[in-house]
């Protein structure tokens, strides 16, 4: 089985200040593991993607997660928050024993960022 | 390259009446994916299409939800008899194939059902 918990519902930021959104993961197989976002009334859409290569993986927009399976987490940061960052940003894990790819989302981190 | 397409965007029906919801995947993706997003929660899986079959329905209540991919191309989704707690948005998306595990779906823009 497999599952991740987003230890955060909301996160406030100011512009130009860091983000960190937390995210760990259990998973029976070796998992995949990403970061969708969510603009309010748009899709969601890949920011980033852990596939088994290189445990700090870069995104869009300036976003990067590193992959510790020590600690079974993988994390979004960003050094700078910009207005447009505000949304809600899901950490989803993704592994089969069956070959079919099944994605299971967390519950969310919503993200404000106030001038 | 134009994106899932979904419809219709906002529906409102009373309990008890039924509803269908459309699908149109990118063009050449295999596999289609149905989630449902309640309110504050994360999307759940509803069905997964790989052509035209069904390769996960596990959470799909499928006493009252249906869905098809009849031509191994766009897809419908079924409530039938509509409950309060199916109120949610319905969320599309397909990706070039599965079990690969590359991760990256393309979502469409749901379909936001109220259910009076």
């Known amino acids: 089985a497999q599952s991740v918990t987003q230890l955060d519902s909301h996160v406030s930021v100011s512009e130009g200040t860091p983000v960190l959104l937390r995210c760990n993961y259990s998973?029976?197989?070796?998992?995949?593991l990403f970061w969708y976002v969510q603009h309010p009334n748009k899709g969601l859409q890949l920011l980033l993607k852990?596939?088994?290569?290189?445990?700090l993986v870069k995104g869009i927009n300036g976003f990067e997660a590193e992959f510790k399976k020590s600690e079974t987490s993988f994390h979004l940061t960003k050094p700078s928050a910009h207005m447009s960052d505000a949304a809600e940003y899901f950490c989803?894990?993704?592994?089969?024993?069956?070959?079919?790819?099944?994605?299971?989302f967390g519950t969310g981190t919503r993200l404000l960022v106030s001038p | 390259e134009a994106g899932v397409a979904q419809s219709p965007r906002y529906k409102i029906i009373e309990k008890r009446q039924s509803v269908a919801f459309w699908c149109n995947p990118i063009?050449?993706?295999?596999?289609l994916y149905w989630y449902q997003q309640i309110l504050g929660q994360g999307p759940k899986l509803l069905i997964q299409?790989?052509?035209?079959?069904?390769?996960?329905d596990s959470q799909l209540p499928k006493d009252r939800f249906s869905a098809e991919r009849l031509k191994g191309v766009d897809s419908t989704l079924k409530i039938q008899p509509a409950k309060l707690e199916d109120s949610a948005v319905y969320l599309c998306?397909?990706?070039?194939?599965?079990?690969?595990?590359?991760?990256?779906?393309?979502f469409g823009e749901g379909s936001r059902l109220t259910v009076l």
């Open positions: 852990y596939t088994s290569a290189a445990t």
């Open positions: 989803v894990v993704s592994g089969s024993r069956t070959g079919f790819q099944k994605l299971v």
């Open positions: 299409f790989q052509n035209n079959g069904v390769v996960d």
């Open positions: 998306a397909s990706s070039l194939r599965t079990g690969s595990n590359t991760g990256e779906l393309f």
């Open positions: 998973s029976s197989y070796s998992p995949s």
């Open positions: 063009s050449g993706h295999a596999t």
